[in-house]
């Protein structure tokens, strides 16, 4: 590009003329980025290769209309990019000095003519030597480390004016620098909230204006803050369903058992068979009938698919119980014989004792024998107690 002096309403007339492949001969630099060469966000998180020449309409979510890159904003080769400028609009320190000296003496000549820029306001103009179309230029509120209601509110407006400048001249791709946190103090981990929000907001607002917004960083704290919280505000949808459906496979019951479950079914059939053949083989001992009977029921309930005993093993359950002898009945013999020998005492204590003392000890002792053995009778057999009544 000649370095004559030149008018900046003539050359921006020209320049909004040229087709893409004729601007690309008027940059000053020709180690540009063009979009193609960086992936939308969802892209990044989910690492697959960069889409190749090839720029995203519209549609999509959310989280393919944004990007985050780190580098010189000035490469960019986008519709727009968005100058953290100050109130005179004529150039300064940090990015606002990088891109005037880009885009050559014709961006400074326009920024004179349009009179400065309120504090959260944004003015437009062509962007002469840069790969960027269009200029869009902001005033970042001052913070200094010190954040209220006007300043987060002045730099939310930034990103909403400039968004509103790229809708009303039919532009779709624009990068953000990180605004106001460099000499003008603005915290940089509240800025980053407030960017991503409002431009989020924006995008779900207009998902038919824009295709991207790429947030562009220099410093590495910044590129560590902003991909942080994209994380959050901008999840990959698509990848959140696909770790998710092997749980919905296994909830449907469309994946085989496991061989540990195969065996603990397997052994509880096992359980069952020998219970109920020792259900046959034990018909006359009453306890363990009674425990098989109800180990029978619990299984009846938990597998629900069992039939019930057949009136055969009942019957022989029956006769079975009928055959022994019921143990209440014993219980019943010994307590007679008990109080019938403490009725005998009794009555030997009311008898007079006019018995002399070798003859009532004698007796005494015939006694106790007899019942002793009365009931060493009565609790080793109920039926010899039964044959002495």
């Given amino acids: 590009m000649s370095k004559k002096k030149k008018d900046w309403k003539t050359e921006r007339e020209r320049l909004l003329r040229l087709d893409r492949d004729e601007r690309r001969k ?27 020449g090839k720029e995203r309409t519209g549609s999509g979510t959310t989280s393919d209309k944004v990007s985050l890159y780190k580098g010189d904003i000035t490469v960019l080769e986008v519709d727009a990019i968005v100058n953290a400028a100050n109130s005179t609009l004529l150039g300064g320190g940090g990015v606002d000095g990088c891109i005037h000296k880009a885009a050559g003496s014709c961006l400074y000549d326009e920024c004179h003519s349009l009179n400065g820029c309120d504090t959260g306001k944004a003015k437009i103009t062509c962007g002469y030597d840069l790969p960027a179309k ?80 790429i947030f562009c960083v220099f410093l590495e704290n910044d590129f560590t803050i902003y991909k942080k919280k994209m994380a959050v505000l901008f999840p990959d949808n698509d990848t959140e369903l696909k770790e998710g459906q092997p749980t919905e496979v296994c909830v449907a019951g ?28 034990d018909a006359d001992d009453d306890a ?6 109800e180990m029978m029921s619990q299984n009846q309930d938990e597998d629900g698919d069992q039939d019930e005993p057949d009136d055969d093993a009942k019957e022989k359950d029956e006769a079975a119980s009928q055959d022994k002898p ?4 014993e219980e019943k013999d010994v307590s007679v014989a008990v109080n019938n020998r403490d009725k005998d005492e009794e009555k ?6 006019t018995i002399p003392e070798e003859e009532d000890a004698g007796k005494c002792t015939v006694d106790m024998e007899d019942n002793s ?4 009778s009565s609790a080793s057999n109920g039926e010899a107690v039964e044959k002495k009544e």
Avoid: M
Avoid at 136 to 161: F, K, M
Avoid at 276 to 281: F, M, N, V
């Fill in 26 to 52: 008027e940059y000053r630099r020709h180690d540009f980025i063009s979009l193609d060469k960086i992936p939308p966000w969802r892209q990044e998180v989910k690492g697959n290769e960069k889409a190749e």
């Fill in 134 to 213: 269009y200029v869009i230029h902001t005033v970042g509120p001052v913070a200094r480390d010190h954040v209220g209601p006007t300043e987060t509110g002045d730099l939310s407006s930034c990103y909403e004016n400039s968004l509103k400048l790229l809708l009303e001249h039919g532009l779709s791709t624009v990068a953000f620098p990180c605004i106001s946190t460099g000499i003008y103090g603005f915290p940089n981990e509240p800025a980053a909230d407030i960017a991503l929000n409002t431009v989020k907001t924006w995008i779900e607002e207009n998902p038919d204006k824009i295709t991207r917004v």
């Fill in 254 to 281: 469309n994946t085989p058992p496991s061989k540990k479950s195969k065996s603990r079914d397997q052994s509880q059939e096992r359980n069952r068979d020998e219970e109920d053949a020792g259900d046959e083989e």
């Fill in 288 to 293: 363990a009938a009674c425990g098989d009977v």
């Fill in 326 to 329: 019921d143990p209440r009945a």
């Fill in 348 to 353: 030997d204590e009311e008898q007079p004792t």
């Fill in 373 to 376: 053995e009365v009931v060493e």
